[in-house]
């Protein structure tokens, strides 16, 4: 591969949007509130923030390093240092199909609830159980929900095509700022209604009480998920970085965000659960049941859901489109086919994937997998196992295998830039995310 000839991102500021852009999304907005409820929501919180900057900077660190020194995708960067660490590559490229798996028929829904906010028949139901009743519905129907999920194939498809530079800078540019703007507006709307204090509570006071070592492994698994970690997206992304972007400041600017965004998005979703007399654990339907109800109290509320929506499907764009663009640079590069080509055999192969997952939540419960839906194997599989299993591998790559001044030159651009936190990196790196992520997983697997 001619190294000049592969596209860049723009100026740092552009490099930090983007990857922003792959780590904000449903997985902040839709999937932090869900599993933050399900798992005692305050203690969630504080453990969700300490994995992210405990775990998640260091292995984004060390991700974008791989990535921008090999300028590859992520099994040709691992394939650098020899056959054998491909592995670890070809492990994030199923961790990627597995995601896409339920993050398209996610993405779907939103598209779904964006269509009924434009056609203002949201604004009907107003109980949380008529919203409840209304989700459910929906996701039961035998093609609506299918054919959502494969406009959103095709939406990410199209803009893969387009190519890198372009499809996926743009986007995230405008519109990543404009969501930002639409959750504080919401987030303050949700402070002053009746029982708003409860959720704030709910979210805010940790009951460690509530907390085991599988809360623990479920919160580095969310940390994970929301970063864009642990599977190669960001390797990819940063193979397309400049050399003259700072990774430090990188890492923060996109840990930082997403954080503010999760914790932005609880603060929009709990008080207005417990307002309307609505279970924090309801699980994946928490925000398409509240959001609805929320909408309905403001002013010109077909306006907000539909302003609101529509930036959620970009978010969950970007998103989306990080993950396939780590599966279609992989196979563009090592299977030697066209980008076009590439991106197709990808968009053919989720898009079955998601289908079955689409199915499996409603006209057709038979499709399971360990027990439960596809849709919910998949998204337990990818998050608490696949993520935090690619993530320990990536630890010890960068801190036994990488070789140390690649990893520095990368953190300091060559010496050019001051670099203070080597040694906390390094320790981070080779002993301590190593050994949580071990003990954590031995623990849940009930060997500790
Ligand atoms: N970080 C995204 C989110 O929070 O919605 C989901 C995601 C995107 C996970 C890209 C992994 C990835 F490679």
Redesign the pocket.
Known sequence: MNRTKRATLGGRLSAVLVAAG???????IW?FPYVAGEHGGGAFLLLYLLSILLVGMPVMLAEFALGRSTQRNSVGAFGRYGAKWKAIGYLGLLT?FA?LGF?FVVSGWTLGYLVRALGGTLQHDHTAAEYTALFTEFIRHPWQPLLYTALFVGMTHVVISLGVQRGIERTSKILMPLLFIVLIALAIHSLQMPRAAEGVRFLFEPDFSKVTGRTLLIALGQAF????IG?G?MITYASYFRPETNLRHTAAGVTGLSALVAILAGIVIFPAVFSVGLEPEAGPSLVFVTLPGIFNDLPWSGLWSSIFFVLLVVAALT?TI??HE?LTAYVHEEWHTSRRNSARIVSAATLLLAALASLSTGPNDALQLFGVSLFDALDFLSANILLPLGGLLTCLFAGWVLDRTTFDEQLSNHGTLRYRIRRLMRFLLRWFCPALLLLVFLDSLGLL
């Open positions: 792959s780590a904000i999304g449903l997985g902040n999937r990627s995601i993050y998920f929301s970063l864009s599977m997206s998103s990080s993950l780590a």
